[in-house]
């Protein structure tokens, strides 16, 4: 069975040496009485939760899955999940960062995002059901009547109540433009809602008494496409004035996927027949107050990916040591033994790095956004709240796409280093693999986020917000350009971030003459500007390595050898990759599609 142990110690030099944390979040009135201590004793006790807790039910509640009775509608979850979630919620630990108007501890997003990454690693199917239910609190904090966030906010705090997105239909998933699920006003102010929808994460379990589903339908009076959709908050027990349980409301699961990974999480097909909702924000504007959820859930989405790095890395360490096979190309390495261990290898050691690089870089930048979240909820400053914002926005759709296609990237090569005891289900690898490709896939394909990031996010304000983040850059470059020791992170760094320019400048030219051209070159282009922000966190890495690597400690000797591990080995994959954007549209579209 695989082993999990918290990073802590990366976490704390992440926080607290890189992007001190502790005096941002002084800044913020919410979070100025927050200090290191605290933040690290919760995330020390959170690392328990993950490791003792629920990382022991991942092989488990994978080969077993989630089971539906089809007469009652009911799914049950893998043993163990149940008596977790139990645990979970008495632990206090949905509360985290939620609001203390509803119950919440009030701690800052930056704490819940290390909490998730490790309850990722440790458990990515069990760890959706909270994560979802967080999704929906958001949505409801934001856009809920002072009604809707009294009756559930509360609940979802405290977990006794989970939560749901319900987007996906049958014939729509990319495009919501398209979908048909209906909400028929009713006297009472209320909505019956009609539809099917499908692939719904967490739609149905055991593991709580009551599930909020956050529904999109259309209203009769509806414009087409996406501007005629509305939110509903539809619950799958009604809920009293009293805020006791009251009828069943008709949402059922109808069936569940069976599917690549996540097994242990329940896919459900949804059919609602007339259920009743209540509608969330304002008439035909569902799309804008979901996306408060699916923001969230791309941020979510991308740390899934940075825990089975993680995992998935420390695993193939540990079997790496141990397991002997062949010499040394140069000669015995461990001339006490039959052969070697596996980690004397050159490709094995690129494997190995290739998964923490990977893992170190997007806890950087997972945690550099989770602070901006911080900044852009509780800044008193609206300068400094909107700015902090508008990088969030350019940076979601990097945390969704690039981490988890490295996610993928570096669990499989993890599997590698296992050989054919990878491909096993009880080494756990081949899990980490499978629970992982799903990640590039929902809350929008990684194409549609690198659209969202060339087009919306980019292009379409003349590269604004990217300029801004670039001046971070150019400053840290100007800062450390004379220092010698600093050379050989500091100018590669410069000349992505030129390349960068002059490579969004001439998209944007081609994308006047056709617009095809950003689908062309969205893909490679998000992978160019997600190296960028890598190159940029590793080298504010290495430079702390370097000023503290005569200390003895081996935590900052490693830090450096990886930084210059990603220099030398991964960011050179930029120079393909803007070749292939150059190329443009034309090797694509030149084939007629009848010869396909
Ligand atoms: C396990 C699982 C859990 C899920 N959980 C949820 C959930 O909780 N709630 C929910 O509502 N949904 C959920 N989904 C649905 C998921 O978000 C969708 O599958 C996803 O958004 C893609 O939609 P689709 O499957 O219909 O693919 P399509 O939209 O049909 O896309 C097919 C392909 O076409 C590409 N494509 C589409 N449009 C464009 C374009 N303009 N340019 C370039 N390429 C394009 C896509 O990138 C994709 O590769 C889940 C799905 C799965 C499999």
Redesign the pocket.
Known sequence: MPQYNPPLRDMKFVMHELLNVVDELKLLPAHAEVDADTINAVLEEGGKFASEVIAPLNLSGDAEGCKLDKSSHEVATPKGFKEAYKQYVEGGWPALSCDPEFGGQGLPVLVNQCMYEMMNSANQAWTMYPG?SHGAYEALHAHGTPEQKTTYLPKLTSGEWTG?????EPH????LGLLRTKAEPQADGTYKITGA???????EHDMAENIVHLVLARLPDAPEGSKGISLFVVPKFLVNADGSLGARNPIFCAGL?H?MG?HA?S?CQMVLEGAVGTLVGQPNKGLAAMFVMMNAARLGVGNQSLGLTEVAYQNAVAYAKDRIQMRALSGPKAPDKPADPIIVHPDVRKMLLTARAYAEGGRALATYVALQLDKALASDDEDERRSADAEVALLTPIIKAFITDNGWIATSHCMQVFGGHGFIHEWGMEQFVRDSR?NM????????QS?DLLGRKILANNGATLKKFGKKIAEFVEEEGTDEAMQEFVNPLADIGDKVTKLTTEIGMKAFQNPDEV?AAAVDYLRVVGHLTFAYFWARMAKIALEKKDSGDPFYTAKLATARFYFAKLLPETAGLIRSCRAGLSPLMEMDEALF
């Open positions: 979802l749901t997105m319900c987007l996906t729509c998933g990319t495009d929808k499908i692939f719904i994460s967490a739609g996927e599917k996540i999480n896919t799903i896939i929902y809350e929008g394909t990684n194409t549609i659209l689908g």
